[in-house]
């Protein structure tokens, strides 16, 4: 049976049986595609948001110890010993451990004695204040 309005237009139905598909066509809604996109751009967004978030909260973000650091000429590596030790010490800001060399020795005995660190963190301890106080009496 072919449609006699339009000989170009064939509804499934009237083929023969061999070329009727198998399963009614409809497959997903256009609107569950778009609201799943749009969900998942909102979680993406909302993570890329928390990641630069916590990322402003790092240590190397305190914009004074950043450029003290940098005028001293310490590095990543460095910096984030000062931040670790002021954490260590609780002292009030890591800027304050530029402030004399007596104030850096009574912050690294208060951070050995709230918490006995051995190994590294120990060493670059004491290679920090070697570059910030040991040059400065040699000049």
């Known amino acids: 049976m072919i449609p006699e309005t339009n000989p170009l237009v064939v509804r499934a139905s009237d083929l023969a049986p061999e070329f009727q598909p198998a ?3 409809g497959g997903i809604p256009l609107a569950t595609i778009a609201i799943v996109t749009v969900l998942l751009g909102a979680i993406a967004g ?3 948001w928390m990641r630069s978030e916590s990322e402003l909260e790092s240590p190397a973000s305190d914009l ?11 590095g990543a590596a460095q910096r984030a010993t000062v931040e670790q030790l002021a954490k260590a010490s609780e ?7 530029f402030l004399s060399v007596e104030i850096f020795d009574r912050a690294r005995a208060t951070a050995e004695a709230n918490r006995p660190e051995t190994g590294t963190l120990s060493q670059a301890i004491g290679q920090l204040r070697r570059m910030l106080y040991d040059q400065q ?3």
């Open 64 to 74: 004074l110890t950043t450029d003290l650091c940098d005028a001293h000429g310490l």
């Open 137 to 139: 009496t040699a000049r």
């Open 91 to 97: 002292c009030g800001h890591p800027a304050e451990l």
């Open 46 to 48: 909302l993570l890329w």
């Open 23 to 25: 399963v009614e066509a």
